[in-house]
């Protein structure tokens, strides 16, 4: 089993910057894919970075340049920076950890909010 929290989000300017954490219970070592995703109001769950168990990494998009996704083995978290965040990206982002479509854990999400 393993338990995903995550951190960091709060109220930030537009441009401004934020890094949310996603500490996990339980190994996600092995995990094939650890992923940041974000649901804004009215919208659907969308994945923003993942981070692949072969060392590859995926940046969706709109967030590419801006985001950077990593992790700390020893302290068995993951990391999203977010620079230059803008009014539309107001949402709950959310640590996943995937390994299959029957083993896939989720956080419960921490609150983003990009307003002057």
């Known amino acids: 089993q393993v338990q995903l929290v995550e951190s960091g989000g709060g109220l930030v300017q537009p441009g401004g910057s934020l890094r949310l954490s996603c500490a996990a219970s339980?190994?996600?070592?092995?995990?094939?894919?650890m992923g940041w995703y974000r649901q804004g109001p009215g919208k659907q769950r969308e994945l923003l970075a993942g981070?692949?168990?072969?060392?590859?990494?995926y940046y969706a998009d709109s967030v590419k340049g801006r985001f950077t996704i990593s992790r700390d083995n020893a302290k068995n978290t993951v990391y999203l920076q977010m620079n230059s965040l803008k009014p539309e990206e107001t949402a709950v982002y959310y640590c996943?950890?995937?390994?299959?479509?029957?083993?896939?854990?989720w956080g419960m999400g921490t609150q983003v909010t990009v307003s002057s």
């Open positions: 339980g190994s996600i070592f092995s995990a094939y894919r």
């Open positions: 981070l692949f168990r072969g060392g590859g990494i």
């Open positions: 996943n950890a995937y390994w299959d479509p029957s083993k896939s854990y």
